[in-house]
């Protein structure tokens, strides 16, 4: 199978599409100075040094969109502290390491991570619209991955050739930092596979910059073979705006499957009340809460990590609160387990 044979799928857009680059003028407006984020919210000037050392480790990018929804002069602001680089990033963390999940030991093909049965992962981007601090991904090797379609061809044929496989997953970084056209391409390679049957792409876009979106991207995802189904990342409920509400029923309505995932993060979002709020905006929504994950043990992020305990006795308080549709599954990724092992 030739991929560069495979035909571009049609993106064209309607009257009703926005600016054609307004996500992406977003990204170019994005904050990537962590003095000017921390000027921007007026917090104390201590935290412009540790945020710039920090920062040395991994880089900040932070939309305005998102800044946006942060309280000015609140050092606490549960948004803020997933995004600002502080002094505790350079703490190794006992049981921490570069690969806490096993993506290198997946690794099949460049891109393509295999884990779990009937199921891949293609690495579609290394961009993303923001640097979480948690991010279990910040030491991947993001520039050892394909950057180009004939760089997917190896992965493209792996799949092809193993008919277990029915769903593909793209992530990465976030693959919805692909254009349209670029996304389509890639999508196409995928739906001549037969034994295919869903496409899940894991996103955190339209949570940072609803404006991607666009009408484009709806047809590309609701007119295909494959069954879409798109997995947001939000935490908090702060996150949703009317914007961000707006993106999310725009693909519900296009009859795209949306679920959410989130990171238990000490500081954010440990508490039930806060993810009880969370999983009732979700719903109201049409989006159903998936995943609360107890986070990979990435270097650079014990600051952030809850005890497993506290955890389980949060997902009980909320089946307390919530019918049993609102409450995520607790999960964490072990390496080498062939799923994910829920915890509560």
Same mark, same amino acid.
């Given at each position: 199978m030739t991929i560069l044979a495979t035909p571009l799928r049609s993106v064209a857009t309607s009257s009703k599409t926005r600016p054609?680059?307004?996500w992406q003028e977003s990204l170019r407006r994005a904050i990537?100075?962590?003095?000017?984020?921390?000027r921007s919210l007026q917090l104390p000037p201590k935290?412009?040094? #540790? #945020?710039?050392? #920090?920062?040395?480790?991994?880089?900040?990018?932070?939309?305005?969109?998102?800044?946006?929804?942060?309280?000015?002069?609140?050092?606490?602001?549960p948004l803020l502290r997933q995004v600002l680089p502080i002094a505790e990033e350079a703490e190794t963390g006992?049981?921490?390491?570069?690969?806490p999940v096993g993506d290198a030991d997946a690794l099949m093909a460049p891109g393509l991570l295999h884990k779990y049965r009937s199921r891949v992962l293609l690495i579609a981007s290394g961009a993303c619209a923001v640097h979480c601090r948690y991010c279990f991904r910040r030491h991947f090797p993001y520039e050892q991955m394909p950057h180009g379609l004939e760089d997917w061809q190896p992965a493209i044929e792996q799949i092809d050739e193993d008919t277990t496989i029915e769903e593909v997953i793209l992530s990465g970084g976030d693959p919805l930092m692909l254009t349209d056209p670029r996304l389509a391409e890639l999508v196409d390679c995928l739906e001549p596979i037969k034994h295919l049957n869903r496409l899940r792409i894991h996103t955190r876009l339209p949570v940072m910059i609803p404006s991607r979106v666009t009408d484009s991207l709806l047809s590309l995802l609701s007119d295909g073979r494959l069954r879409p189904v798109v997995v947001v990342h939000i935490n908090h409920p702060a996150e949703i705006d009317l914007p961000v509400s707006m993106a999310l029923s725009r693909l519900v309505e296009a009859g795209i499957l949306v679920l959410n995932q989130s990171v238990l993060l000490r500081g954010v979002n440990d508490s039930a009340e806060v993810l009880s709020t969370l999983s009732k905006r979700l719903v109201d929504l049409r989006v159903m809460p998936y995943y609360l994950h107890q986070l990979d043990r990435t270097l650079g992020t014990s600051h952030f990590e809850v005890p497993v305990e506290i955890g389980i006795s949060i997902i009980e308080q909320m089946r307390s609160r919530l019918p049993g549709y609102a409450v995520p599954r607790f999960a964490q990724e072990k390496r080498g387990k062939l799923s994910k092992q829920v915890l509560a």
């Open positions: 054609a680059l307004s990537r100075d962590p003095v000017q984020l921390c935290y412009e040094q #540790a #945020a710039t050392q #920090a920062s040395q480790l991994f880089g900040v990018f932070v939309p305005r969109e998102y800044l946006g929804r942060m309280k000015v002069g609140d050092e606490k602001d006992k049981g921490f390491s570069l690969d």
